[in-house]
T-cell receptor, first 112, second 113 residues
Framework: GDSVTQMEGPVTLSEEAFLTINCTYTATGYPSLFWYVQYPGEGLQLLLKATKADDKGSNKGFEATYRKETTSFHLEKGSVQVSDSAVYFCARRNTGGFKTIFGAGTRLFVKA | EAQVTQNPRYLITVTGKKLTVTCSQNMNHEYMSWYRQDPGLGLRQIYYSMNVEVTDKGDVPEGYKVSRKEKRNFPLILESPSPNQTSLYFC????????????FGPGTRLTVT
């Protein structure tokens, strides 16, 4: 079945470091791809999304590009802040579909 | 304010005692869904609903029931909870499928002893 695979965490970085969180997805259908972020004690909220191949989603300095050839949607940020400490989830949702598949989540710690 | 609300936020119960977790959204969304979050497993979909009176199973529906009698409400029912249903539960809603983002509630932490 469909799946989403994320790099295992936790990821620990110093402030202003470069961040990459890898995400790959199964290629069946034409999914939309999402990154959600979960801050401590809260529900998930959308960080960015891309709906077709080569689209780039961006928000709050984070970016991810929908790569069909490598079935990847890696999350990047050039300079992380302490306030970026959270759990990040990659997700896919098929065109016209109702099911959403989430990755296991990657916890990010950013040290001052 | 556009939001998804869940109640209760925390619940400790005993095996076999029926419980309901409520979920309500004020955005007139057609699509609603329930997830459980467990360490190392991410979020897994329990049930979803495409509209009033239309529901379907997600990936882990065993031991759960749902109903959608009104567009805004989508309660999750555990008729006979067991310890393996101890988890963090999230309700979500979206305007549609595919490319539409989901809006999540704050979560309900359930402990079954």
């Amino acid at each position: 079945g469909d799946s989403v695979t994320q790099m295992e965490g936790p990821v620990t970085l110093s402030e202003e470091a470069f961040l990459t969180i890898n995400c790959t997805y199964t290629a069946t259908g034409y999914p939309s791809l999402f990154w959600y972020v979960q801050y401590p004690g809260e529900g998930l909220q959308l960080l960015l999304k891309a709906t077709k191949a080569d689209d780039k989603g961006s928000n709050k300095g984070f970016e991810a590009t929908y790569r069909k050839e490598t079935t990847s949607f890696h999350l990047e940020k050039g300079s992380v802040q302490v306030s970026d400490s959270a759990v990040y989830f990659c997700a896919r949702r098929n065109t016209g579909g109702f099911k959403t598949i989430f990755g296991a989540g990657t916890r990010l710690f950013v040290k001052a | 304010e556009a939001q998804v609300t869940q109640n209760p936020r925390y619940l400790i119960t005993v095996t076999g005692k029926k419980l309901t977790v409520t979920c309500s959204q004020n955005m007139n969304h057609e699509y609603m869904s329930w997830y459980r979050q467990d360490p190392g497993l991410g979020l897994r979909q329990i049930y979803y609903s495409m509209n009033v009176e239309v529901t379907d199973k997600g990936d882990v529906p065993e031991g759960y029931k749902v109903s959608r009698k009104e567009k805004r409400n989508f309660p999750l029912i555990l008729e006979s909870p067991s310890p393996n249903q101890t988890s963090l539960y999230f309700c979500a809603s979206s305007l549609g499928t595919s490319s539409y983002e989901q809006y999540f509630g704050p979560g309900t932490r359930l402990t079954v002893t």
